[in-house]
């Protein structure tokens, strides 16, 4: 049984750690790091967690075997390289870091110091994206040729300003934070990667200073094209379809994938928890050094497109991903 340190406590820290907590057999949760310890304290208490302030502190304890960074995207890379020189395994909540450079200076500190890092792309576990995967790479569903998707909510009008999630700053482009990061990461696990990106990013709705439409045109390395779209005031979907030479699938919410077909097909899937499947496979990877689903090769090119996404918004122009 492992322990682990998870640094920030806000609504995803605590739906990690409330994941795992008693629940599984590979980890749990020691101590909880925070920059004040009074809003959560209950919540420790019921949790069996230690509070701390002090991140520098908790590396060093040798109780401490592993840290899950649940903080502000901008923090991830310095607390990653951190984490890295006190070789503690480090699993880095998405996305990874807001800019290619700083991905690959914590990439790079990590492997100097021999120290594991992961990247919490938890929808790598749903089933659905499993059996897509596999319906590609044994070609039944013939030559990719297009990718599109949708990944919404109503989150926009949750955070009130003032939070650190309505900040340009933490979440340009809309929801690709939040949300579009996920199917990005999908994408490239499905297709390979990316070569360019056209987008737009528009707020017309929210009251904070957030974009709440972000649209994008995708053309990937292998030659095939994409789409995507994410909304942050809208009601929740998750839409992910793969068109190719011999026929379609598409994700209709997380659970369900429809094939093409005469008659149409549809399969079911049973939910499962995706974080807790994240995090146990961190805990294989320290325990064990099995091989964790995200490279680090992926988890970079993600934040590459993320900043390519962000440039192209801004300057209405089509961007290489490079």
């Known amino acids: 049984m492992l322990n682990l340190a998870m640094v920030g406590l806000g609504r995803w820290g605590q739906t990690l750690i409330d994941a795992v907590q008693g629940r599984s057999e590979k980890l749990r949760f020691r101590i909880g790091v925070v920059r004040r310890?009074?809003?959560v304290a209950a919540y420790a208490t019921r949790q069996g967690l230690e509070l701390s302030t002090d991140y520098a502190a908790v590396l060093t304890d040798p109780a401490v075997q592993g840290v899950v960074l649940a903080t502000p995207h901008s923090q991830h890379a310095a607390q990653a390289i951190a984490a890295a020189k006190a070789r503690k395994p480090v699993l880095v909540?998405?996305?990874?870091?807001?800019?290619?450079?700083?991905a690959e200076a914590a990439v790079a500190a990590c492997r100097a110091s021999?120290?594991?890092?992961?990247f919490a792309h938890n929808r790598r576990f749903l089933p659905a994206i499993v059996e897509l995967?596999?319906?590609?790479?044994?070609?039944?569903?013939?030559?990719?040729?297009?990718?599109?998707?949708?990944?919404?909510?109503?989150?926009?009008?949750?955070?009130?300003?003032?939070?650190?999630?309505?900040?340009?700053?933490?979440?340009?482009?809309?929801?690709?934070?939040?949300?579009?990061?996920?199917?990005?990461?999908?994408?490239?696990?499905?297709?390979?990667?990316?070569?360019?990106?056209?987008?737009?990013?528009?707020?017309q709705v929210i009251e904070t200073d957030a974009d709440d439409t972000t649209s994008m045109l995708f053309d990937f390395e292998s030659g095939m094209t994409g789409a995507f779209t994410t909304v942050t005031a809208s009601a929740p979907m998750?839409?992910?379809?793969?068109?190719?030479?011999?026929?379609?699938?598409?994700?209709?919410?997380?659970?369900?994938?429809?094939l093409s077909g005469d008659p149409l097909t549809e399969l079911?899937?049973?939910?499962?928890s995706t974080e807790r499947a994240e995090l146990e496979a961190f805990a294989d990877l320290?325990?064990?050094?099995?091989?964790?689903p995200v490279t680090a090769a992926e988890a970079i090119h993600g934040v590459a497109v993320l900043a390519a996404i962000v440039r192209s918004a801004a300057s209405g122009t089509t961007v290489e991903v490079g």
């Open 268 to 272: 079911a899937f049973p939910p499962i």
């Open 114 to 118: 021999g120290t594991p890092i992961a």
């Open 286 to 292: 320290i325990e064990g050094g099995k091989p964790y």
């Open 133 to 203: 995967k596999r319906r590609i790479d044994t070609g039944l569903l013939g030559r990719p040729l297009h990718i599109e998707g949708n990944f919404s909510s109503r989150r926009g009008y949750q955070f009130q300003a003032g939070n650190w999630r309505t900040a340009r700053a933490e979440s340009p482009a809309g929801g690709m934070t939040a949300h579009g990061i996920h199917q990005i990461d999908a994408m490239i696990h499905l297709v390979g990667r990316f070569a360019r990106v056209y987008a737009r990013s528009l707020r």
């Open 37 to 39: 310890t009074e809003p």
């Open 93 to 102: 909540e998405k996305p990874f870091t807001l800019d290619r450079a700083s």
């Open 238 to 258: 998750w839409r992910l379809r793969l068109l190719g030479s011999k026929g379609w699938a598409e994700m209709l919410g997380e659970h369900r994938l429809l």
